[in-house]
């Protein structure tokens, strides 16, 4: 999954230097003994998984659009860390007894649905929609990943690292503004429609899937209650703000 670049000051919960507590103490031996954190990790790497899935799907569909052999291969050497990345979720959903498609299974129709609803109409749209969307995406899975036992943040984190399409994303958008400053105005409101349908998905997501909200607002994993989930959907936005402006795009 593709990240953001280093252009936000917003702290990254996963990394702060603070002492872990509760479940983000143990490891997944002690922490799964635990039937219901145990339910909310296989959705947690399950929706992950299918991400990752859909990601490379995206990303190959995407080098069909772009406007040079160079940018082609870029985004092929993408998507092959993508599929990377799924794999080694679904070698750890099969070793912690979960099978991997029946855990991706639930999340298909959501991901599916995003992805048609913000289908890109060229190369520019399906560049801002891999930084926007999937930094959304990897912001949400970095705060849950600060709850998580030592084992799955560990690898949860791995997953998320950067693919090199922020900086790529962020290189082409901001040539391609300069050479026409019309398309910025054309791609703030593409960005702006991919912010709420991303945070709209993320919400309908956790809400499907009780063991995952649980988790969310303070059942199963310490530190989340309801205020703090608002807390995390604000943080959330002013990254995705700061994002905006790497990109040359008023949020």
């Known amino acids: 999954m593709t990240t953001p670049d280093n252009t936000s000051d917003v702290p990254d919960p996963s990394d702060t230097p603070a002492e872990h507590t509760g479940v983000a103490a143990q490891d997944w031996a002690r922490a799964s003994a635990d039937p219901q954190y145990r339910a909310a990790v296989v959705d947690l790497l399950g929706a992950l998984a299918y991400g990752e899935l859909a990601a490379f799907e995206r990303l190959a569909e995407d080098a069909k659009l772009a406007p ?38 639930p999340f298909v129709a959501a991901l599916d649905g995003f992805h048609r609803q913000t289908a890109p109409s060229d190369w520019l749209e399906g560049l801002v929609k891999a930084y926007v969307g999937d930094s959304i995406a990897s912001d949400f899975y970095r705060e849950v990943a600060a709850r998580l036992d030592s084992d799955t943040r560990g690898l949860v984190l791995a997953v998320l690292d950067d693919t090199g399409h922020a900086s790529f994303a962020v290189e082409k958008v901001r040539a391609a503004i300069d050479a026409d400053p019309r398309v910025g105005g054309r791609l703030a409101l593409w960005a702006r429609r991919l912010m709420g349908e991303a945070l709209s998905q993320s919400q309908r997501v956790v809400a499907d899937r009780d063991a995952l909200s649980t988790m969310l607002v303070g059942g199963v994993a310490d530190g989340f209650d309801l205020a703090e989930v608002g807390k995390m959907f604000s943080r959330i936005t002013e990254a995705h703000t700061k994002r905006m402006a790497a990109l040359g795009l008023a949020a």
Not at 68 to 83: H, I, N, V
């Open 68 to 105: 040079t052999l160079a940018d082609k291969a870029e985004l092929a050497k993408m998507a092959s860390a993508e599929f990377h990345h799924y794999e080694k979720l679904r070698d750890r959903l099969t070793e912690i007894g979960a099978e991997p498609t029946q855990a991706m299974e």
